[in-house]
């Protein structure tokens, strides 16, 4: 897994593969962007819909990010 994190700006229905715990991998949705370039994402662990990405990255500071660009 690359342990970079996302960029502040995603395009929409982007995946983002996310490890927060080092064993246990979550998938999340990039679901909106603003026109100011924050992004939010949406994932099912505890239901998150549409969290602003650097909400994610602050609370979870040590998550493995890897980009799904199929």
Do not use: C, Q
């Not at 229905?13 to 962007?33: G, I, R, S, W, Y």
Request: glycine residues 2%.
């Amino acid at each position: 897994m690359d342990n970079s994190a996302p960029r502040d700006e995603v395009p929409v229905e982007e995946l983002h593969p996310a490890d927060f715990d080092h064993n246990n991998n979550h998938t999340m949705l990039a679901t909106k962007v603003r026109t100011n370039g924050n992004s939010y994402l949406t994932y099912r662990a505890s239901n998150v819909y549409n969290r602003n990405i650097n909400r994610t990255l602050r609370k979870r500071p040590r998550t493995w990010w890897s980009a799904d660009r199929a």
